[in-house]
């Protein structure tokens, strides 16, 4: 396996890389969505019927299981948005052979697929692929049909039939489908009337996981139960209260990426990704990075040897408010220092201290109306801290845990003179 490529900087799902996997057949356009970290698991993400890995569903679901640590290979089935190919030309074979070499492209750039994830359609293409992927631990479907010939229904004009004769003495006809019109030839419809669907459940031997909307009117509850009667116990469902077949709302993809990301935990496989090996890129220990990493205008990866976050500014200050901005950062360092004083504090006098929570703020004010400052011109900043402390303390307690909370380390740093050494390297 090649060296784990590290997503951008600075982000908890990180970078969406575009990538061409080629081999035999046309050219398959992909995204690749990682996380900062090397991931818990990879998954093969499979789009709906005639849609892309751009659809907004897809979109959200891979980014939904990368928030989560999963990494997310998400592919254009052939013919449809920037692959190569033509629709026409296509059938749910083909689908099936698309995933196949995805995941042999992913085997060989990072590591083979651990989850395949499919929705609608794709669901179905997911449960015949799993069979020749060997790493796949788990599978799971959203709002598949049963059957691939199911997406007959879905053609314009309805029932199909009435563009059936086209087709048989032609060999193609145009469909539409959710307005759009699609050429299908025969041997698509040939193809999907010949998938032994059944027969692949039954020998399924990976945990399924059936996510179905009841009240989806694409492609009707009833798919689900008879994938859950084929496939026997190995199976699990989850209904989609709420949802409508295509995810629509961004909260139900969110819902279902988490809702997969909880059932294929146990199941994904962290032993073929090397987590044992130390990043030779991070900062020295007792240094911290701060560095753009390029996602908005003012976002930035904070790292040290062992953690990472982000800085961003908010929206009304030009950027796209993603994390805490700058001042934010050092209100968090003065309040945490805080409480953990008075944690050491309180242990060491064995005290009642239950938890102590602590709230700040910060502002500017003029120096003349600050009684007690030094300073006597200008502007001065002003952090305010309010401290809550439950416990069963009495009033002496609470008065010398407030007074030790100003013997913070932060808080003397903030009350001394700071030399601050600028070099350029």
């Not at 753009?292 to 796209?320: K, V």
């Amino acid at each position: 396996m090649s060296e784990w490529p590290r997503g951008l900087p600075g982000s908890d799902h990180v970078t969406r890389v575009r990538h061409t996997i080629g081999g035999a057949g046309a050219p398959l356009a992909a995204h690749l969505d990682l996380p900062a970290r090397p991931p818990l698991g990879l998954a093969l993400l499979a789009h709906c019927f005639t849609c892309s890995k751009d659809h907004r569903a897809t979109t959200r679901t891979a980014r939904g299981l990368t928030a989560r640590g999963i990494g997310v290979l998400r592919l254009d089935f052939t013919g449809l948005g920037e692959s190569g190919g033509e629709f026409g030309d296509s059938t749910f074979s083909m689908n099936v052979e698309d995933l196949v070499r995805a995941a042999d492209w992913l085997r060989a750039e990072i590591g083979a697929p651990t989850l395949l994830v499919g929705h609608s359609l794709g669901g179905a293409a997911v449960i015949a692929a799993a069979a020749r992927i060997p790493e796949v631990r788990a599978v799971a479907t959203i709002g598949a049909p049963f059957s691939p010939d199911h997406v007959t229904h879905l053609f314009d004009p309805h029932p199909f039939d009435g563009a059936r004769p086209e087709i048989e003495v032609g060999g193609t006809a145009v469909v539409h489908i959710g307005g759009r019109p699609f050429q299908v030839r025969r041997a698509f419809l040939d193809d999907i009337a010949d998938q032994p669907q059944h027969s692949r459940l039954a020998a399924l031997d990976r945990p399924l996981l059936v996510l179905h909307a009841p009240d989806d009117d694409i492609i009707d509850v009833g798919n689900a139960r008879a994938i859950l009667d084929a496939a026997g116990p190995t199976a699990s469902f989850v209904a989609l209260d709420g949802a409508n077949h295509l995810l629509t709302r961004a909260t139900d993809a969110d819902r279902v990426a988490a809702l997969i990301a909880a059932w294929a935990a146990p199941y994904l496989d962290q032993a073929q990704l090397d987590q044992t090996q130390p990043d030779p890129t991070a900062p020295e220990p007792g240094t911290v990075e701060v560095s753009e990493n390029g996602a908005g205008r003012f976002t930035q990866r904070i790292r040290t040897a062992q953690h990472e976050w982000s800085a961003d500014e908010p929206p009304s200050a030009g950027g796209l408010g993603s994390a805490p901005d700058p001042y934010q950062l050092l209100l968090s360092a003065l309040g945490a220092c805080t409480t953990m004083t008075m944690r050491m504090y309180a242990e060491r006098k064995g005290w009642d201290l239950r938890r102590s929570t602590v709230t700040l703020t910060h502002d500017k004010l003029h120096a003349a109306d600050c009684v007690t400052c030094e300073t006597d011109t200008g502007r001065l900043d002003r952090i305010v801290r309010e401290i809550h402390l439950d416990g069963d303390l009495d009033d002496t307690q609470r008065a010398a845990l407030l007074t030790i909370a100003d013997r913070c380390p932060v808080h003397r740093t903030l009350h001394s003179e700071i030399v601050v050494e600028t070099d350029a390297v």
